[in-house]
Every structure is written in structure tokens, then in C-alpha cells.
């Protein structure tokens, strides 16, 4: 029996669309895409709602469904993507664990990250970056470094085999490397 059975949907949008919506967008870089998947993820918790057990708090429940919403429209859509060629084993910078080999780590960048206004200008940053992914890379990234999903569950969501997924976390990796030092860093 739902816990929600008196609950009022009007008030899931008043407390947490703008939340939900923040969360998305920054995982699919479009905002409408992000209101869409919102607009879904409380479609479907109403659909459900008659299942609900408030095992996870109603907050925490929105979110799994919205999680969902947005590794399924990655699903949907990596057939549409271009897949990336195999890369060159001598440009591995990571090992089987996916950190840094400690010949090819980034230096030491000297930030403190515990200062809000670093990390506030980090974020922002990283997202620019980020966006400057190739769609199927910024996918990958995404799934495994936001939504903390494991390789084998992001090559069956997106229909890749492990040796593109690791082309493609490779080259997000190094891509944003790249862009963080250039732009954040270094900037010139």
C-alpha cells in the first residue's frame, strides 16, 4: 500500500522541480531536455506512487526515478552516437583501476579545495569542459563520475563493448585534463 495515497503531486513540483532540475541539467547539458525528464520523472512517481514504500525518503525516491529518466535517454539514444576507434596502447595513461599512472599523473595543481570560492569556480569550469565532449564521451563520463554507475552497467546502457568504453573514458579524461589546466590552472 502507497504512503503517498494523501499526497498532493502538486507539491512534489512545488518542493523539488528546481532541485530535480539542476541535478539534470548538468547531466545532459540541455534545459530542455532537463525540464522534459523532470516533467517525466514525476509522471512516472505518480504512475508508481501505488508502490511506494517509503523505504528511501520521498526526496531519495524522486531522485532514483530521475536517475533512471536520464540513463534511459542515454540509452536511447547511443545508437545514434559515433563510436570512437581504438586507441593507441601507447598513449594509456590509466591503469586497469582507471587512475592516473604515476608517470603520466597531473601535477599537483596546488588548490585547496575545502575554499568555496575554488570549488564554486571548479564546478563551473568543469561543466565548460565537459560540454566540450564528444556526446558519446560526455555519456560515459557522465554515468560513471556523476551517477556512479560501473563500466560493465554503462557498456550494457550504451551498447558498447569495454574496449570503447575505455577509448572513450580515455579521452574525456584527457580532454578535460586538458581544458581544467588551460582553463582553470593556466589560464592565459
Not at 71 to 99: G, L, Q
Request: glycine residues 2%; negative net charge; aromatic residues 12%.
Amino acid at each position: 500500500m502507497s504512503n503517498l495515497s494523501s499526497f498532493n503531486p502538486e507539491q512534489w513540483v512545488q518542493k523539488y522541480s528546481d532541485a530535480l532540475y539542476a541535478y539534470t541539467v548538468v547531466r545532459v547539458n540541455d534545459s530542455g531536455l532537463a525540464e522534459d525528464l523532470v516533467q517525466e520523472t514525476f509522471s512516472s512517481a505518480w504512475k508508481s506512487r501505488a508502490s511506494y514504500k517509503a523505504e528511501a525518503s520521498e526526496k531519495n525516491w524522486l531522485y532514483a526515478i530521475c536517475k533512471n529518466k536520464i540513463i534511459d535517454h542515454y540509452r536511447k539514444n547511443a545508437n545514434n552516437i559515433v563510436r570512437p576507434a581504438e586507441i593507441n596502447t601507447s598513449e594509456n595513461y590509466f591503469n586497469e583501476e582507471e587512475h592516473w599512472k604515476k608517470e603520466a599523473a597531473p601535477s599537483d595543481w596546488g588548490i585547496d579545495y575545502n575554499l568555496p570560492i575554488e570549488t564554486k569556480e571548479f564546478y563551473l569550469i568543469l561543466e565548460l569542459c565537459k560540454n566540450k565532449l564528444q556526446e558519446m564521451q560526455q555519456s560515459v563520463f557522465v554515468m560513471k563520475f556523476m551517477e556512479g554507475l560501473e563500466s560493465d552497467e554503462i557498456c550494457k546502457a550504451l551498447n558498447i563493448t569495454p574496449s570503447n568504453y575505455w577509448v572513450l573514458i580515455h579521452r574525456a579524461k584527457l580532454q578535460l585534463r586538458s581544458c581544467l589546466e588551460k582553463n582553470w590552472i593556466n589560464p592565459t
